[in-house]
Each structure stands twice: as C-alpha cells, then as structure tokens.
C-alpha cells in the first residue's frame, strides 16, 4: 500500500465552534458536550506532537514494529504475561512462540493490519474482532458475532460493570457506527479528531459488544478512527504503552458506572485527557 501524505491544519476558535455546531445537529450517538471542557484543560499542542513522528511512516519496516508494540501492551492490559522485550526476543528467535499467550498477541497484530488495510465501518470492525479472538475466544458463535447474551465485568470476585443488555446491544453498535460514519465524512480540527477517537474507546467499553475482547477492540478502533481522519502515521501513536504503563488510572478513568444504563459521562474527561499523552511517548 502505497503511503499518502496528509496536511493537518489547525483552524481558529470560530471555524472549530462552526464545525462543532455542524457535527452536533447530526450526531445521535456519540456526545459533543464535553469538547468545550476537554479543549479547555487540554495541555498538549496536539498537532505540534502529530508531525513530529510523521518521519516514522517513511519506513514501511515501522509498521511491524509498531503493530507489535499496540499488540502487546494492549494483551499486558487484559493480562497477558508476554511483556514487549519478551516478545520481540520470541518473534526474532523463533523460540517459545506457540503458546497461547504468544498467539494472542499475533491474532491481535493481524487485526491491527487488518484495520490499517480497511475502511473503518460494522462490517470490517467485525471482520477485525474475529481476527483478534481467534485465540481468545473458544465458542466459534461469538468470534466476530455481537454477543446474545448479558456480559459482566469483575475485579476481586465482585461484579463492577454490567454491558449493555443482549436487546438492546447489537441497535447500540449501529447507532455508533451510524456516527461514525458521519464522523468520517465531516471536516475535523486535530482536536475534535482525538476528542471523538477517545469518545468511541470510551463508549464501546460501555456497550461491551462481544463475548470477550471488548477491550483490544476498544483501543483498535481508537487508532484506527484517528488514521482515517489524521492517515497512517495515526498508527504510530503508542497509546496502548500509555494506557498500559498507566493501567491504575486508565481503569478507573474508564469506569464511569456499575451499569450501562446508569453510565454517567459527565465524568468522562479524564479518561478523555489520556489519548494525547501518548504522543509524548514517540
């Protein structure tokens, strides 16, 4: 695939205020309250950040390395025990790379590659979920397939989360993939780009589609929101090392109710806040 170049412009406080009014009278899923305050007590030059690892995407080599990392930090966070250096020293040796914690993080590397190759859209976002749960996911019913049955979420032998029930979870993801679609089809400020990339983690941990993987796919469509709308050097952003290396933080700031239906996202911005840092990394 051959690499675009992508110019990013910055756009002045009443072209964002423009484009803000214009995504709001359409988007009936995904909220554009909270982008005022998130601009606000947003403390990085997002665009500043972007091109400085645009020089990453000139070697087409970058893109193994960097689907890797994602793999792999974002298996550390469901607990997977291969940490980065391990993997790198399995991949390269050959060596005690067939044991299951290993072929969880290649499925997921596969659907990184799988993204960067496709459209962001239900279908592909499915296509990807049964890549990446070839390992993890035994009932071949539920491997790229909405769940129909209620999922829960425990920590320390107590339920913590209750997803979104089995009636209303698959009209859930179609509301979200209808603004999805809007979203990509709209002009974007780099910040408006990662409000609605976090947004989108953010509220499909809520909906907790899947039987299993809800997580690895939550941080996948994060990215791969931001390389539609910023391009391919979208995917050298290490957020999942952010998220991972932050992982007390990153749980807390992701939990914003015991129950889908009592999820409260006025409290979403420091979760919100956590995307950008990850350009800091690079």
Known sequence: MQLKSFKIKFAGSRNAAY??????ER?????????????EKQPITLIKHFNKIKSIGQNKDNFNFYFSNSAVYSSMIEGNIIDFDSYLKYSYSGMNNKGKSYKEIEDLKMAYSFAKEHKLNFTNFLKCHKILSNTIVEDKKYKGS???????????GKKIFTGAS???????????????EILISRELIINQVFYYASMLHLILVQIHPFADGNGRCSRLIEKWFLSEKLGVNAWFIQSERLYQKRIVSYYKNVHLGDNYNNVNYDYSIPFLLMLPMALRLN
Do not use: G, H, P, Q
């Open 146 to 156: 909405i769940r129909d049955k209620d999922v829960y979420v425990f920590a320390n």
């Open 166 to 180: 089995k009636e209303i979870v698959t009209s859930e993801m179609i509301k979200l993939f209808d603004d999805i």
């Open 19 to 24: 484009i803000k009014e214009k995504i709001m």
């Open 27 to 39: 988007l009936k899923f995904i909220s554009s309250k909270y982008f005022d305050k998130y601009n």
